[in-house]
């Protein structure tokens, strides 16, 4: 061990020409963003997260749905990026480093990364849920209110929705061919707070592994795929990545 760092992941890391990660809700979460998995507070302590995010619960009452995620827009406008995001903007700048990511949030970015692939949609790109036409800039909440309208699209009046995927909605086909190509000619993979249960994103590190690649997963807890990669790291992005990437 060097710092805390298990010997062999910084070895990998040193030597990675080709290096991926693959980011879930964990890594925002010393941004004080919820994951998925955490239970809700305050306002929205009754609903489920994953149930709020599916075309069920818009179809059912869209207002709810709008506020919640104008709510989670606020939220990560407050939020910073936390030392594991600077980390990989860092080791970024130095390597052929690829970035795919399954957040809605745009932290990656703002700690100075390029993401190859948005996987599951962005929570500031909304767009018309009838007509596909982008919505521009929404302001989001700053304090939660449990319903809230959706705005009209400007060219068919239909009501503007989330620009996130939504369970059970395909994925836009950019960003996944562009994240099954980073899975198939990568030599490093860090999976990094992602619980490894929604595909196709779940598949990629078994993908990567495939393609010959190391496949590393750095979670505090057990995922869905710690199972099926090369080496488990049990730390959290802020405190693990700094440690494994700053020389
Ligand atoms: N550092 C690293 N990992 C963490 C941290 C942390 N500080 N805190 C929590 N985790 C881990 C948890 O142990 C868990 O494995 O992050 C994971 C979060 O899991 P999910 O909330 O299921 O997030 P994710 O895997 O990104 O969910 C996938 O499901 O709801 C949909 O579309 C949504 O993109 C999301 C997808």
Redesign the pocket.
Same mark, same amino acid.
């Given at each position: 061990m060097t710092g805390g760092v298990p010997e062999v992941l910084r070895t990998l890391a040193r030597s990675a020409r080709r290096p991926v990660v693959l980011t @879930?809700?964990?890594?925002s &979460?010393?941004s004080g963003v919820p !994951? *998925?998995?955490?239970a809700q507070t305050g306002l929205w302590e009754r609903f489920d997260? &994953?149930s709020l995010?599916s075309p069920d619960a818009w179809n059912t009452d869209p207002a709810v749905v709008w506020a919640w995620y104008q709510w989670r827009a606020g939220l990560v406008r407050r939020a910073q990026p936390n030392a594991?995001h600077r980390a990989l903007a860092e080791w970024g700048e130095r390597t052929d480093l690829r970035i795919v990511t399954? =957040?809605?949030d745009d932290l990656h970015e703002r700690a100075g990364s390029v993401v190859a692939a948005h996987?599951?949609g962005s929570l500031f790109e909304p767009r018309c849920s009838v007509c596909g036409t982008p919505a521009g800039p929404i302001e989001p909440l700053t304090e939660p209110v449990e319903r809230l309208d959706p705005p009209p699209c400007a060219r068919c009046g239909g009501p503007i929705r989330p620009g996130?995927?939504w *369970?059970g909605e395909p994925m836009p086909t950019g960003p996944l061919d562009v994240a099954f190509d980073c899975a198939r000619t990568c030599d490093l993979m860090l999976v /990094? @707070? +992602?619980?490894?249960?929604?595909h196709p994103?779940a598949g990629l590190p078994v993908l990567a592994r495939e393609s010959g690649a190391t496949v590393v997963e /750095? =979670?505090?807890?057990p +995922?869905g795929i710690s199972h099926a990669v090369d080496h488990v790291w049990r730390t !959290? &992005?802020?405190i693990g990545l700094p440690a494994l990437l700053t020389d």
């Open positions: @879930g809700a964990g890594m &979460a010393e !994951t *998925f998995r955490d997260a &994953a995010a594991g399954q =957040n809605v996987l599951h996130a995927v *369970f /990094i @707070g +992602t619980s490894g249960v929604v994103a /750095i =979670n505090p807890d +995922t !959290t &992005a802020g």
